[in-house]
């Protein structure tokens, strides 16, 4: 059987991977199965390249197909930011709380509140690389709502939908969230080839 390792150290990046994942064929491991501790590197200034920078550092530890995950927040009316730097905004690494924050302050009394999650998946197979986008379109309400999710979820309603990524049910926003659909272009790639 094939042998994927998640290469991300976000739990819930983790869960909605898996709860989407639909190939019998490839068993996934989190990077603890893998035997992988401490921080993955990232450190470049696009979503590609820190997907790509995780996949294979995973894979030159594990000799194991690795997937790395990037994702970030786009503002339009924060020209793109937070972005790439969506984890660390505020300033320290995945504080979610801070990170919300800042971008609330930010978009106090801005009437453009359209945003955009995106996240590249980078797919290391040793030969060759393959990246697997998905993006979601949305906008930022003024005050958080909700408790599930994690990140910049309770602040992020996407178009055609009244609750935030937060306030839904996980299968709701599995069912459309930005890394889905990326997860679904990966597992097409995984059916044909
Ligand atoms: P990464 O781990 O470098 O990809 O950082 C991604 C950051 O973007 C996370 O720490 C979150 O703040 C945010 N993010 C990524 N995906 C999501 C999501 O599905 N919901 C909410 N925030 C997300």
């Known amino acids: 059987m094939m042998e994927l390792v998640l290469a991300t150290n976000n739990p819930k990046k983790v869960t909605e991977i898996r709860a989407r994942w639909g190939n019998d064929a490839v068993r996934l491991f989190t990077l603890q199965e893998a035997g992988i501790t401490g921080e993955l590197p990232e450190t470049h200034e696009t979503l590609r390249e820190n997907a790509l920078e995780k996949a294979q550092y995973v894979y030159e530890r594990t000799g194991k197909w690795s997937l790395g995950d990037d994702s970030g927040l786009e503002i339009e009316a924060l020209d793109g930011r937070p972005g790439v730097y ?97 997860v679904d272009k990966l597992l097409e790639f995984l059916k044909n080839s």
């Open 86 to 182: 969506s984890a660390r905004y505020a300033g320290e690494h995945g504080n979610a709380e801070a990170n919300m924050q800042k971008v609330l302050s930010e978009m106090e009394g801005v009437s453009n509140r359209r945003a955009s999650f995106k996240t590249v998946l980078a797919l290391e197979t040793g030969d060759v690389s393959y990246f697997f986008e998905g993006e979601i379109q949305g906008m930022i309400i003024p005050e958080k709502r909700g408790t599930g999710g994690f990140g910049y979820d309770p602040i992020f309603v996407p178009d055609g939908y009244t609750q935030t990524f937060a306030e839904m049910d996980p299968e709701e926003k599995n069912a459309i969230s930005h890394r889905s659909l990326a």
